[in-house]
């Protein structure tokens, strides 16, 4: 077999070495434009996991690898003359020359043939091979030849970066955050081998220009990186290497292989920095490729197997790179934190490190967090205990003069099973149930001002005596047996009503028994869905009255608090879309103009509304969508919903058009939250697969939003709070006298449960390399 590999970096060498192992008589040639230890970059990162991969793989060179690499355990974080460490993380670092040089003496040894200075630019030099490795790098000359096929998609974010490296010894990987009279600079930096350390530095475009670094030559950019950073490089230099100032390109391929060529390594995908993934990514698509050659029967085979079982996993780390790169784009936002906050958040930025977590590695650190959280609340007039605080989960909050015991609130979740706008006894039972299961607050699900603003004949309304009885009993008996809040969650359908009971088609219109539907504009939801007709100023009024009469119902039945429904695509939805809403009047085209309606609606309303009560409105701060709503748009939707009095934005996203392209996972929509809440400067609550309380918590210590709301967690958990208040010894969550023996049960066994789970947990963990080495370098105890 012969087998041309073009690139020969870490991804090239890597698979030259692996093939050649599995077929030692193949022919196998890398060609490298550069000289072989002609190398630019300083250090390259690898978790304790790609290293265990390494030595599966290929023991000789792991051992050499290893040989030379810097080991550390801590996160520190500096940040306003602060810093914080955090430990267990299990990180080594080593040279990428030393790197280099080591693959190409292991794959000469195997007898791998190294062709350096050979710039390949033509493929059609390997007609004779049954393998062409496309690992070219970044800029990957054959990516782009065959753009047609490999289809790569290159987003060039905004930050500039430059890679520059010190003889600054560092004992753990650092960021550090920087003011700078013209904005902020980041430094990501870790030592690779004694006295070496790779410094990445980030800042925005206006930063960078406003710093005078355009144009500077690399020598005149080091020297102000050095001024930036004298403080913390105590006199060490800072080296170049090929550091120029550019934009990280991510790319994704579409395509990985034609024929017999395939793409590896960052040719075929990049993934930023600040996760350190990059080399990692190309050697273990290496091993990918190699397992895939082994496995399968043809090379087209191995290609379609690497192709088909490798995509996800850099999919997934490719998606955490670009959480993290985000929140490296928008550090601004957290500028104001409170330092250990600040720092919680830069280590939980790629969901990746969770408050619980956190809690078993450094416990210190999240003891720290938690009274920060707590002095914010005293500091609002609580009476918190600061020294021993709770898990910011179960301190308590106000909106106006409604306060909430804790923070996790159940979502607005429609049952359908109201009759005729009435709710029945299983709402009581339902709301009632969930009041007593230990949540802060409950909204109630979309209930519809107008028999025609229900989505379904199963909604619940707020139009009419009998309604409003209802209604009344159930509030009545959360205030009577719970700590909760109740939020009343007004809204019309809009192009979305007279559609079918969730589980005979959501969103699917009524075969019969529907109602005349309307809309900002005639665009019906689905293809046949019902048209619905383009409001004119008459129907707009009675609309606004329609919700000012339910507003006012509400505050007779005693709600708490009231919310206008603005997303997922019902009525005021579709004024703020510009998918939906294509109107010519002032009620269309800009988004101040779009936003006239709804604001408008819930101005009458705040009016109506008892001043003392709080009110919010739940937004989609993206449709998913081409043309759509973006996060920027939502930031000045929130603005402008603040400014008419709202006193929390509830952040949902999509369900506005058909053809939205959501991206799913855990906690999806929080970045909407948080960009909204630290942009805007307003409280939100975020939503959107939450299942846990660990979850909750880091959301809320990270400050990325003020409440939590779970939705289907709540479904089929009634006490998910009450639950999680046992879990993190939360005592005084509320609980009813006749569930008392309960309660004392599940936080007696909880403390043991979570103890043996804690302890599983530790002895589970395989020491990191970093703590081997520390305790194999201590010295032996006397006897
Ligand atoms: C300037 C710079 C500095 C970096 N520094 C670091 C760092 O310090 N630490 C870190 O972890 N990551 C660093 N990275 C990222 C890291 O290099 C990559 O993620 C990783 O090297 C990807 O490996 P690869 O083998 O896919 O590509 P590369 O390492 O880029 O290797 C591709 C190779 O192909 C060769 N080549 C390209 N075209 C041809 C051709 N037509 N003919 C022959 N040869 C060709 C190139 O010379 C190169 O050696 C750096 C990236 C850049 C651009
Ligand atoms: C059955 C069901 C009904 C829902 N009804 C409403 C509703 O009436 N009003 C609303 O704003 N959101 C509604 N939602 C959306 C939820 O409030 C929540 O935003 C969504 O389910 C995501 O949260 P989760 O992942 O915690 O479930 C509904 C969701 C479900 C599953």
């Known amino acids: 077999m012969k087998i041309a590999i073009i690139g020969g970096g870490p991804a090239g060498l890597y698979a030259a070495i692996l093939l050649r192992k599995q077929r030692p008589q193949a022919e196998i040639t890398v060609y490298e434009r550069n000289r072989a230890d002609d190398t630019f970059g300083f250090g390259v990162v690898f978790s304790d996991a790609t290293l265990d991969n ?36 299990g990180f080594c670092g080593c040279s990428r020359r030393k790197l280099l040089l080591i693959l190409q003496e292991r794959a000469r040894e195997l007898g791998v043939n190294l062709r350096f ?4 630019d033509n493929e059609s030099r390997f007609a004779d091979a049954d393998l062409i490795v496309l690992a ?20 060039v974010r905004s930050n500039v970066f430059a890679w520059m490296g010190s003889t600054r010894p560092l004992d753990a990987f650092t960021f550090i955050f920087q003011e700078t009279e013209w904005g902020p600079f980041i430094a990501h930096a870790y030592q690779y081998e004694a006295g070496r350390s790779t410094w990445i530095f980030e800042t925005d475009p206006a930063t960078f220009k406003r710093a005078g670094l355009e144009g500077l030559d690399e020598k005149q950019s080091a020297d102000r990186m050095a001024e930036i950073f004298g403080w913390f490089l105590k006199g060490h230099p800072l080296l170049t290497n090929r550091s120029m100032w550019r934009n990280f390109p991510m ?10 060529m395939v793409l590896l390594g960052d040719a075929k995908a990049t993934a930023h920095f600040s996760i350190g993934s990059g080399t990692k990514l190309a050697m273990e698509d290496a091993i990918a490729l190699a397992d895939a050659m082994e496995q399968a029967p043809t090379v087209a085979a191995a290609l379609r197997q690497y192709e088909e079982g490798r995509r996800e996993e850099v999919e997934k780390t490719q998606h955490a790179a670009d959480v993290s790169l985000v929140w490296f784009e928008h550090v601004d936002r957290f500028w104001e934190f409170d330092p250990v906050q600040f720092a919680f958040g830069v280590m939980t930025r790629s969901k990746a490190i969770t408050y619980d977590n956190l809690t078993l590695r450094a416990p210190d650190f999240v003891a720290e967090v938690d009274k920060a959280f707590a002095r914010h609340v005293r500091a609002k007039g609580f009476d918190v205990d ?36 009435v709710p029945t006894d299983f709402h009581l039972v339902h709301y009632g149930s969930r009041a007593i299961g230990g949540a802060g607050l409950i909204f109630t699900e979309m209930t519809c001002v107008g028999r025609d603003a229900r989505i379904t004949p199963g909604c619940t309304g707020l139009w009419n005596d009998e309604q409003e009885t209802a209604w009344r009993r159930i509030v009545d008996f959360v205030h009577a047996n719970s700590a909760a809040k109740i939020c009343l969650q007004l809204g019309h359908a809009g192009r979305k009503g007279a559609t079918k009971l969730m589980w005979d088609g959501m969103d699917r219109p009524l075969e019969e028994g529907g109602w005349d539907i309307v809309s900002a504009s005639s665009i019906p939801y689905f293809p046949d869905s019902k048209m619905p007709r383009g409001m004119d100023r008459a129907a707009m009024d009675a609309v606004k009255a329609a919700f000012v009469h339910a507003a006012e119902r509400g505050e007779r039945c005693g709600f708490d608090m009231l919310e206008l429904h603005c997303a997922h695509g019902y009525l005021l939805a579709s004024f703020i879309s510009p998918l939906t809403n294509q109107r010519t009047d002032e009620y269309g085209g800009s988004l101040e103009n779009r936003l006239h309606f709804p604001l408008e609606v819930f101005e009458a309303m705040r009016s109506a509304w008892p001043a003392h009560k ?35 934005v509830d952040v949902s996203t999509g369900q506005t058009v058909r053809d939205a392209q959501p991206v ?24 959107g697969n939450i299942t846990t309380a660990d979850q909750v918590n880091t959301i809320l210590a990270a ?9 289907r967690p709540h479904l089929v958990d009634p006490a998910f709070t009450l639950k999680a208040a046992a879990w993190y010894g939360a005592e005084g969550v509320f609980c009813p006298p006749q569930y008392l023996p309960g309660k004392e049960q599940i936080f007696r066994n909880s403390v043991r449960d979570r103890q043996d789970i804690e302890d599983l947990k530790i002895k589970a963990k395989p020491k990191t390399r970093a703590e081997l080495k520390a305790e194999a370098s201590k010295p032996l105890a006397a006897e």
Not at 117 to 120: A, L, M, N, R, W
Not at 397 to 418: D, F, G, H, T, W
Not at 621 to 634: F, L, P, R, V
Not at 703 to 711: E, F, I, K, N, T
Request: proline share 5%; aromatic share 10%.
């Open 117 to 120: 200075e050979t710039e390949i």
């Open 54 to 89: 390494f030595e599966k793989y290929d023991p000789p060179s792991y051992r050499r690898i290893t040989q030379e690499f810097a080991y550390w355990d801590d996160i520190a974080v500096h940040f306003r003359g602060t810093v914080h460490r955090v430990g267990g993380n």
């Open 251 to 260: 790319i994704r391929s579409k395509r990985w292989v034609k024929d017999n």
């Open 703 to 711: 400050g990325r939003a003020d409440l939590v709301a779970l939705g």
């Open 136 to 155: 070219d790098g970044i800029n990957s000359r054959f990516r782009e030849k065959h753009i047609a096929h490999f289809e790569p998609e290159v987003d």
């Open 614 to 648: 709080p009110m919010s409105v739940r937004i989609s701060a993206t449709d998913w969508a081409e043309g759509g709503i973006t996060g920027d748009d939502a930031v000045n939707i929130a603005r402008a919903f603040a400014e008419a009095g709202v006193d929390l």
């Open 664 to 687: 799913y996972g855990r906690m999806f929509q929080t970045p909407f939250s948080d960009q909204v809440r630290n942009e805007a400067r307003v409280a939100t609550m975020c939503v």
């Open 386 to 421: 600061v020294e021993k605080p709770l898990a910011p989960m179960f301190q308590p909050m106000r909106l106006r003069e409604m306060e909430i015991a804790n923070r996790a609130v159940v979502s607005p979740m429609c049952m359908y099973s109201a009759r005729e706008g």
